[in-house]
């Protein structure tokens, strides 16, 4: 069993940063993770995801240039680090442990997810 548990979001004006951690607890040796958010009425979307190693980080096109994950194994966290916010960021981010060692944007493929935490981006 993973438990996933995210950090850091809040309320911050358009132009701002924030950084969301990822703590993660159980057998997570090896799997690549990933970062998804949820804005109101729609769907859970891809955001990012890293391997296990750090090979092979991805992102989608709305957050490239702005948003940089990265991950400490020995500490088991992933961060988002998300700079030059915009209100269209708003959402509720999630973090997931993949089924494997690469990461992927299909939600159905992360096995393991967290809470969630609220990001809110005022203009």
Same mark, same amino acid.
């Not at 939600?107 to 992360?110: R, V």
């Given at each position: 069993q993973v438990q996933l548990v995210e950090s850091g979001g809040g309320l911050v004006q358009?132009?701002?940063s924030l950084r969301l951690s990822c703590a993660a607890s159980g057998r997570t040796v090896g799997y690549a993770m990933g970062w998804f958010r949820q804005a109101p009425g729609k769907e859970r979307a891809f955001v990012g995801g890293i391997s296990y190693g750090r090979y092979t980080i991805v992102y989608a096109d709305s957050v490239k240039g702005r948003f940089t994950i990265s991950r400490d194994n020995a500490k088991n966290t992933v961060y988002l680090q998300m700079n030059s916010l915009r209100p =269209?960021?708003?959402a509720v981010y999630f973090c997931?442990?993949?089924r494997g060692r690469a990461p992927s944007n299909d939600?159905? =493929?992360?096995i393991y997810w967290g809470q969630g935490t609220q990001v809110s981006v005022s203009s």
């Open positions: 358009a132009g701002g =269209e960021d708003t997931a442990q993949h939600p159905t =493929e992360y």
